[in-house]
């Protein structure tokens, strides 16, 4: 169950009233969401309604809601009150009696004048009546003005101690307009979009409704029995690097990198950031099949090669299309599987400064692209969000890959590969650690 | 009692077409659960002992245990 205080300030005006069944009181938290990006709510209220009764007051309070036929489930009617929300079948409330509260269903809460402006008797058994608040793991606001400007930070020293390597882009990079990962990848003084490049990203989904793709075409697939809607954040992130907008509404800087492209969205992650082999695989057939000149893969795990995915970058190969994956973050363990098949482009994690990441896997790298704090698109309300690991520097790669592709039809496949590895920028690093150096833009 | 049966992924060698590999795993014991034409891969089930036996079947290239994958270490960040 959602906590009920909101994770920052509420909202003044109170949630539009949402759909029934979505919100009830036994809703699990997917649902909720979704029904709240259906109704493009971004208070973060749920629909639902906590009502706290006055101290001594619970079994009055709990006569006056069956008075008015609400359905109600009590913890105590479970072992040790070990009660899931979602274990409550179809009851209307659900009543936590050693806190005093009671979770009533959005429907149940509206048929019955249950709400936050709701006026209370002060004979009432009810102290208060307050909207449900969602709470996220991410302070996703604070991460973006942290991550962006230790960035910057970071890079004006570095400009400042080598004296020789600034030129006019990194300096504008300070000056916001775009992510220091864009600006050491050549991107902002690149006159390509990526336009009729297909670009596919193997994940945890999208935000469909992500106002900063309002226009783009996006064609989307699940494959985890799930709906594309992204409700971890991290399919919608690297998505945002690959092909984010040119020119976010407002103050935000561009964080994307082809966003002439048309985008593929593969969900082959759950909603919980995990799937199989099994899905993946599913997923890099599908944006195969499509003719995806690009293929995203941040995801992985600590295993040896597989015979299954060094076929599938063959296949991909062979039919013109580039998988670039993530080499993984194990703090410089052994690059891990997909990434680690001779046939997949593995991406390893730089930090502001160039020098590679600490957490960055090694061993089999192709190419290092910028994987600290990288700022790009979460899902609403958020919207935007800062993240680190070698899966932010996978689509750094493959929207640069994007942009490479555009320049020449004979740029597929192997073709594509080697103008990566040829045009990167070298670092003073071993190739275990950066590959063949620092994506670049054309 | 009969052994659990898991998922496994059957890479194959292109040395006879997917769809006759299909039958053939059929006939050998193997659910076919998902063909995937673009890669030459079959998704299957069955048990560890009959993998064993698929691993020799004309036109197999690999048998591997369908494994799981994620976004990065526990705790998210780095992702």
């Known amino acids: 169950m959602a906590s009920k205080k909101p994770s920052r300030p509420a909202a003044p005006a109170p949630a539009p009233r949402p759909a029934a069944a979505a919100t009830a009181a036994a809703s699990g938290i997917d649902a909720l969401l979704l029904a709240a990006l259906a109704r493009n709510d971004d208070s973060l209220q749920t629909g639902r309604y906590l009502v706290t009764f006055k101290d001594g007051a619970l079994d009055e309070g709990l006569q006056a809601m069956k008075a008015q036929h609400l359905r109600m489930a009590d913890a105590r009617d479970f072992s040790d009150q070990a009660m899931a929300v979602e274990d409550v079948g179809d009851a209307d409330a659900v009543v936590f009696p050693e806190i005093g509260v009671a979770l009533v269903g959005g429907d149940a809460a509206m048929s019955r004048g249950i709400s936050a402006s709701a006026e209370l008797a002060s004979d009432s058994a009810i102290e208060v009546i307050e909207p449900e608040y969602f709470v996220f793991a991410d302070g996703a606001v604070d991460d973006y003005l942290r991550g962006f400007l230790r960035a910057t930070e970071t890079i004006a020293r570095d400009l400042g101690q080598t004296g020789g390597d600034a030129d006019q882009d990194e300096i504008d990079a300070k000056v916001l307009g775009h992510t220091w990962g864009l600006a050491r990848c050549k991107v902002p003084a690149s006159s390509r979009s990526g336009a009729g490049i297909r670009l596919a990203v193997l994940d945890t989904g999208m935000d469909l409704g992500h106002p900063d793709y309002a226009g783009r075409i996006i064609v989307s697939q699940s494959f985890v029995g799930q709906p594309v809607q992204d409700l971890h954040s991290h399919g919608t992130h690297c998505i945002g690097t690959a092909c984010g907008p040119k020119a976010p509404a407002g103050a935000t800087p561009r964080y994307g990198i082809a966003f002439g492209s048309r985008i593929y969205v593969g969900k082959v992650l759950s909603n919980s950031g995990s799937g199989s082999t099994a899905s993946v695989l599913a997923g890099m057939n599908w944006a195969i099949a499509n003719q995806c000149h690009v293929i995203s893969m941040s995801l992985g795990s600590q295993a040896p090669v597989q015979a299954a995915y060094s076929a599938a970058g063959a296949a991909a190969l062979a039919k013109g299309c580039l998988i670039v994956a993530a080499a993984g973050n194990d703090y410089g363990a052994p690059t891990g599987a997909p990434a680690n098949s001779p046939t997949i482009f593995a991406v390893a994690s730089l930090d502001p400064n160039l020098a590679p990441s600490n957490f960055s896997n090694q061993g089999k790298i192709e190419i290092a692209a910028p994987g600290r704090d990288v700022f790009s698109s979460v899902p609403r309300p958020t919207r935007h969000g800062t993240k680190s690991g070698t899966s932010m520097a996978t689509p750094h790669v493959a929207g640069c890959a994007a942009l490479w592709a555009q320049t020449s039809t004979g740029l597929r496949g192997s073709a594509l590969w080697n103008k990566l590895l040829a045009s990167a920028r070298p670092l003073p690093y071993p190739a275990s650690r950066v590959g063949r150096g620092l994506v670049q833009a054309p | ?79």
């Not at chain 2, 036996?53 to 994620?70: F, H, I, K, M, S």
């Open chain 2, 1 to 79: 009692m009969m052994a659990k049966d898991a998922n496994w992924v059957i890479t194959c060698n292109g040395q006879r077409p997917l769809p006759a590999l299909a039958k053939a795993l059929t006939g050998a014991g193997a659910q076919v659960q998902t063909r995937l034409d673009a890669l030459g891969i079959l998704i299957v089930s069955g048990s560890a002992a009959q993998a064993e036996n698929w691993r020799r079947l004309p036109g197999v290239a690999a048998v591997e245990a369908d494994a799981g994958v994620d976004i990065g270490p526990p705790g998210g960040e780095p992702s």
